[in-house]
């Protein structure tokens, strides 16, 4: 965003005040409605070092505090919301009145400041715009799509069935990480205590009989000696290196999308945030159409509720297809995301007008593979688990024994 100085003229006094937007026109209108007195001019400026400094700390900070709203409060609110729309209350009362009941402090924030940003004259969309990590995407895609069907309390209740759903999903799947994990942490618990207390003492006597010690006994000498000597500040570097790749990511766009390109290499990584992110797009796409929003600007909405750089970009294609003429099926073919009978799919509903029913088809499919995926995860992770389970093993039994036996044969052979 680009940063501009709105000069105000207050009581008599000009006054210089900083903000940032997009572009000169939307600084205008938020001067206009954020700054009370007469606006007199609106430029863009070289943001001052201080300034400067003073976004990295509140950026730096607020992305290390940030959190979501958790997806049990979310849901409920949701759908309190979407009832008490449905009987006539205003949306501002409404998020006021769920504010104050509601316990989750982050839910409490976020819905207070909607309701005061609707209040200055916001829609309720533009206002969650300013939420999008706390609120999600699909949140806000749906909320969008109330306020062009004028429907709200339909496409609120529609979400909170979708958000019910991956909720379930994330469920599953920590259902199915539990053993692979518990299993890993125990097998981390072993290696920390036979490197902390068991190594030691075989190196005590590897070092006596100054014995020539093989390659594996030696990366255990190395990790005992680095995990005895430095092992809070390894803690402590990790800890340090997870926090400043966090902000990397979230702060920086061409970062985020190298690691979302790396995430979709990654073996069942890979086909979990493929099919997720196509479960839910052909869901509200399907959802749009539905509600007779043009193709085109469905495309829109449904594309940016895309976590996924990568797939968001290819996604977007598709808009550009089809506002240049082109047909549904072209675009989604173009991506090579889709599969052959996808697009055929898509392509005998557009044939045939009813295009809705086939797109809900599609994302009925989509569900089906993303659900087939976490139901098979603990299979599929097994192999992963025990080549990790049978190094460790092999690690330890190499480098404890290996010189032991190595002993043994030099006595022998003395002997």
């Known amino acids: 965003m680009k940063y501009f100085v709105a000069t105000i003229l207050t009581k008599g006094k000009k006054e210089e005040i900083g903000l940032y937007a997009d572009n000169k026109q939307e600084a205008n209108s938020y001067a206009k409605l954020k700054f009370s007195g007469i606006l007199i001019k609106v430029a863009e400026a070289q943001e001052p070092l201080d300034v400067q400094l003073k976004r990295f700390k509140t950026t730096f ?24 729309t449905n009987a006539g209350i205003s949306i501002h009362d409404s998020l ?12 409490k924030f976020v819905f207070s400041k909607i309701a005061e940003d609707i209040n200055a004259g916001l829609s309720i969309s533009a206002a969650m715009q300013n939420f999008r990590y706390e609120l999600g995407n699909l949140t806000i895609a749906m909320v969008e799509l109330g306020e062009k069907t004028g429907n709200l309390d339909e496409a609120l209740y529609s979400l909170a069935d979708m958000l019910e759903e991956i909720r379930a999903n994330i469920i599953k799947f920590k259902k199915a990480m539990a053993y692979p994990r518990n299993v890993m942490i125990a097998m981390a618990v072993a290696f920390t205590i036979l490197i902390s207390y068991v190594v030691p003492k075989f190196k005590s006597i590897f070092e006596q009989l ?68 196509l479960s839910r797009f052909t869901l ?35 808009i550009h297809t089809v506002e240049k003429g082109g047909t549904l099926n072209k675009g989604l073919e173009e991506t090579n995301l889709f599969e052959n009978m996808i697009i055929q799919m898509v392509r005998a509903g557009e044939d045939s007008g009813t295009l ?25 992770i097994e192999p992963i688990m025990l080549l990790i389970i049978a190094s460790m093993v092999i690690l330890l039994a190499l480098g404890i024994f290996l010189p032991m036996w190595n002993l043994g044969q030099a006595v022998q052979g003395a002997g």
């Not at 290390?64 to 949701?78: F, H, M, T, V």
């Not at 749009?288 to 977007?316: C, F, H, W, Y």
């Not at 989509?366 to 299979?379: C, N, Q, V």
């Open 356 to 380: 809705d029913t086939m797109i809900k088809k599609v994302a009925e499919y989509y569900k089906m593979r993303f659900d087939a995926i976490i139901d098979g995860l603990s299979e599929a």
């Open 96 to 107: 006021s009145e769920i504010a104050n009941a509601t316990t989750d402090e982050a839910l």
């Open 210 to 277: 100054h014995a020539e010690l093989p390659l594996p006994t030696l990366i255990l000498m190395k990790l005992e000696y680095i995990f005895n000597n430095f092992g809070p500040y390894v803690l402590a570097g990790l800890a340090l290196s997870f926090i400043i790749f966090k902000y990397l990511i979230n702060t920086y766009e061409h970062i985020r999308y190298g690691w979302h390109k790396f995430l979709l290499k990654t073996y069942l990584i890979k086909n979990i945030i493929k099919f997720a992110t």
């Open 284 to 318: 509200v796409f399907s959802e749009l159409i539905r509600a007779g929003i043009p193709i085109a600007e469905a495309l829109e909405t449904s594309t940016s509720m895309v976590d996924n750089l990568p797939l968001k970009r290819k996604l977007q294609s598709v």
């Open 61 to 84: 900070l607020s992305n290390i505090k940030k959190r979501k709203i958790k997806p049990d409060a979310l849901i409920a609110a949701i759908r309190q919301l979407a009832v008490m």
